[in-house]
Nanobody
């Protein structure tokens, strides 16, 4: 069974940057995609960015983060990254690494979740 462990969250002022990391271990061969989701208090979990590693390595981003966030992977280290620049207070939330054998577009399609890492952006 696959396991995902995130790190890199923290507190930052608006306009700052953070880089999240997610180390994958175990049975990762079945994953078609890996990505990042976030959940703010009182809101539903939403997709932030994803890479379709099982197909053409296409990248997808949610509208609010396009141009500010970059998702990447280091296959040699089994690590997924999320570089977050120009952070805004509305980016605050728990960020989860995720993997799926199908699609990373919706939380209901995710098969493996990390434990989450908190990102707090102050104005």
């Amino acid at each position: 069974q696959a396991r995902l462990v995130e790190s890199g969250g923290g507190s930052v002022q608006a306009g700052g940057s953070l880089r999240l990391s997610c180390v994958a271990s175990g049975d990762t061969a079945k994953h078609n995609c890996m990505g990042w989701f976030r959940q703010a208090p009182g809101k539903e979990r939403e997709m932030v960015a994803a890479i379709y590693t099982g197909t053409d390595n296409s990248h997808f981003y949610a509208g609010p983060v396009k141009g500010r966030f970059t998702v990447s992977q280091d296959n040699a280290k089994n690590t997924l990254y999320l570089q977050m620049n120009s952070l805004k207070p509305e980016d605050t939330g728990m960020y989860y690494c995720a993997a799926s054998a199908l699609s990373c577009g919706m939380p209901t399609l995710i098969t493996v979740w990390g434990q989450g890492t908190q990102v707090t952006v102050s104005s």
